[in-house]
């Protein structure tokens, strides 16, 4: 019996070491915040922001997402009339299976934590 070839040394095929990304220490939440514009109507926005959230049209939730971000920004008194309802859908959209509809959810959700700590 001969004994087994001893084995290579190093990375494995087909990973390649990658130098790590650097992080900007110096940004703040409000850096990142982006700058929505205030909605029209917001009274019916919210409304239709709710509505669909319960659609099946994945870039519809995204764009109603975007929408209940500028209601925080900008209408804070007509979201509070339905905030209980608001935070149910959002949190039932960070289960949502397509991706960038989940992470556009939590980013709203830490967007109106944000906005309630200001």
Known sequence: ??????KKKGT???????????VSRGQTAEDKIEELQPLSKPAEGLTLCLMDLTSDN???KREALQNLRALA????????TKLHEVCLALI?????????VSCA?????VYLVFRQSM
């Open 92 to 100: 039932e959209e960070v289960n949502n299976l397509r991706s960038c």
């Open 73 to 80: 920004q900008h209408h804070q008194d007509t979201l509070m």
């Open 12 to 22: 494995r095929r087909g990973t390649s070491l990658r130098p790590l990304k650097t």
């Open 58 to 60: 994945w870039e519809k």
């Open 105 to 109: 959810a939590m980013d709203t959700l």
């Open 1 to 6: 019996m001969t004994p087994a070839p001893p």
